[in-house]
Every structure is written in C-alpha cells, then in structure tokens.
C-alpha cells in the first residue's frame, strides 16, 4: 500500500520557501508508515508531501513532491536505504535525509556509514509502536529534529560578513572581548567573546548533537598529528551506536578510540566516548583520573549529556581545560561552559553556517561563553594550538 499526497511540482529544495516543512516517508512497514504520518501530520509546522515503501518509489517521486526532508528506512525491498540515498541527494541537492533504523549493530554501522555519504542525522526506532515510553520519545525527537532541521535548511545559513569573520576569528589577548556577528544578517543578536587563555590545554572535552558524527570525523581526522592529550565526547546518541561512533572514530582517524567503560583512565593521545544512556564525568581515583559512569536522571532530555561532562571536567582540570561544542539541537553543553570558564577554561563553537544546526553551539555562544566561533574546517589550527602552548 502506498500513500502519496504528491504537489503538482518538480523543483529543487528552495530554502526561502514558507508553510510547513514538507516530509516524505520511505518505510516498507506500513505500521510505521502509518504512526509517522499521523504524529507528523498533527503539528500544523509539518506536512506530508508523499509516504512509499521502499527505496525505489522514493527515488522516483522525491522530485515532483516537493519534500524538503526525507524520512529514509535502512532495510527495505527492491532498494534499501542507503542505495537510495544518493540517489535522493542527486535528485534533490540540498535535500535533508534522516535514516531510520532499529537498534541493532548492524544498522547502526549503517546509519553511521550514511551519515558519511550525505544523511544529515540518523533517528533509532521504537521495536515497535506499542512500545510505550520508547515511543513517547521517538515521537518527540522525531518532531524536534525534523522542525530544527527544517528551520535551519530554510534560514539558508548566509554568510558572515568578511570583516566580521576576521573578528571573530581573531585571537584575542587579555584586553576587552571582541564582538562579532556570528549570525545571518536578518539576526540582530551580537556575539561578544571572551579572551583567549595562553595556558596549554591538558584535555579535550567535546560535546555535540544533531550533524556531530559528521562533525567529529572532520575535525578529529585533522587533529590526528595534535592530539597529545586526553579526549572526550559527549555525542547524543543511543546504545549500539556510541559503540560503533567510537570504533568509526578510529578507524577514520586512526586515533585510539573506544566507548568509555566505568573506571577507564583517561590517558594522552587516546578518546573515549560516552556511552548511550549514560552520563560520563571525570573523577579522581588517586592520583589518577578516571571515567565515571551513572544513569542519573537526563540532562536538557538527554544521556548521556553535555553538562555533566563539562561540569567535571571543568573542577578536576580547572583552567587547563579546553572545551568545544559543535553542532547539535538545544542548549546542552551551555550550563557546563559556564563552568568551565569560571574555572579559567576555555570554550570554542562551531559556526552557524557549517553546523546541521546552530542550537547548542548557538547557546553557548549567545551565553558569551566563547573565546572564538568558527567554521569547522578552521577549528582543528585552533584546537591544536590550545594543545601546544595556548592560544597566544
């Protein structure tokens, strides 16, 4: 059964364009076909532009029915997903594909491996959809991930002004914070930076969300030669794919990396990442610092999160500690920054036009927590000089 509600068009993304986000379904499970339809129905932001079974149909249609963000199954007859999606990027360039897929390892590999071909984020699905509480969220974070991205697909993500670029990358001494406008220019809000610090970072603590896979295999692989000192991540993520983040992370990078287990040390040149449904935080175990894991209750909706990271990180490595916070919904991360530059820390954000979305780098931005927010590919020469002698 096919349920398509096509537009009489055939054009490419328009970003400037108003009314609901327009989503198309790809799922050869009518059951789950049919619940998405309905939530995402509901929410007047939101519309339906057309609903089909596997990879095939999709690819077929994703044109003339106008979707803005499509909604893609792994495992489908005829063509699965990730055939399919270049196939849809090709069709539609600008077009935003999140991956649905269950929890097992095997999809999540999948779901990462897309995220690296174009997929801008990936959504676990409820085993079924009487799951109950596990439905309740997935509903929730389907919406808030399909407007986030919808809203950040139409806003265009506009360029910053040269000059106001070159101020914001500026090192900055220990006279007055530079201001810089971090936003496009329909944005009135000013972003006011903080100092940079001149001592030698002796962590690396990063937190990220929505596009953060994508983000962390980029600039991780171009930290490769600089990473002389502890890393960890905070990735929002579920179980199974903190896993295979972690081993993806090595493999792309060739940096020693792995999921965090309670007790590990934190040692130089090596990352660990917090696993699914677990808070991470540093504590000391003698004259060693180690990982703490716990299932305390969720932090801004999420575990494990961002504040809780930064939080510990910033009162056992006070000011050598160095903080950075790439792209992501909400504003985890933004209280445990506060933390860490009251502590003497220092914080760095990804810039709104290369972020997936500019919602937690965005608040710890505006919070005037910043010493500098930067596109991504500029982020890892300023990291790595905060590893080497400081940022002087």
């Known amino acids: 059964m096919v349920i398509a509600s096509h537009a009489n068009m055939s054009v490419a993304v328009n970003s400037d364009t108003g009314g609901p986000f327009r989503i198309m379904l790809v799922d050869d499970s009518a059951v789950i076909r049919g619940m998405l339809h309905r939530w995402i129905s509901a929410d007047p932001e939101c519309q339906i532009v057309g609903s089909y079974h596997n990879g095939v149909q999709a690819v077929q249609h994703v044109k003339s029915c106008g979707a803005e963000i499509v909604i893609l199954d792994i495992e489908m007859p005829e063509m699965d997903g990730l055939t399919a999606l270049p196939l849809i990027i090709n069709q539609v360039p600008g077009i935003q594909v999140l991956m649905a897929s269950t929890l097992t390892r095997r999809n999540a590999d999948i779901s990462i491996r897309a995220l690296s071909m174009g997929a801008v984020d990936y959504l676990p699905k409820p085993e079924s959809a009487r799951s109950g509480s596990a439905t309740a969220d997935f509903q929730r974070e389907l919406l808030l991930k399909v407007k986030a991205i919808g809203t950040s697909l139409r806003r265009g993500r506009s ?20 201001i810089a406008k971090a936003r496009p220019a329909a944005v009135s809000k000013e972003i006011i930076l903080r100092p940079h610090t001149k001592v030698r970072a002796d962590i690396l603590a990063i937190g990220s969300s929505t596009g953060g896979p994508q983000a962390l295999f980029t600039l991780l692989a171009s930290l490769k030669k600089s990473i002389n000192v502890p890393v960890v991540i905070t990735q929002h993520m579920p179980p199974t794919f903190t896993v295979i983040l972690a081993e993806h992370i090595q493999n792309s990078t060739g940096i020693p990396a792995r999921e965090a287990a309670h007790g590990d040390p ?3 040149g090596e990352i660990l990442v917090a696993p699914g449904n677990y808070h991470m935080t540093v504590v000391r175990k003698g004259a060693d610092r180690v990982v703490h894991l716990d299932q305390n209750p969720q932090v801004n909706f999420c575990r494990p999160a961002v504040d809780p990271m930064f939080e510990s990180v910033s009162a056992i490595y006070g000011s050598t500690a160095l903080g950075v916070i790439l792209t992501g919904m909400g504003h985890d991360g933004r209280d445990g920054a506060r933390k860490l530059v009251e502590k003497g820390g220092a914080v760095l954000a990804q810039d709104e036009k290369s972020s997936v979305v500019w919602g937690m780098p965005g608040a710890v931005a505006e919070a005037g927590l910043c010493s500098a927010v930067v596109p991504l590919p500029e982020m890892a020469q300023l990291i790595s000089r905060y590893l080497q002698c400081g940022a002087t």
């Open 159 to 178: 360029s910053i002004s040269a000059p106001a670029r070159r101020e914001q990358n500026s090192f900055v001494g220990t006279g007055s914070p530079a």
């Open 266 to 268: 934190l040692r130089n």
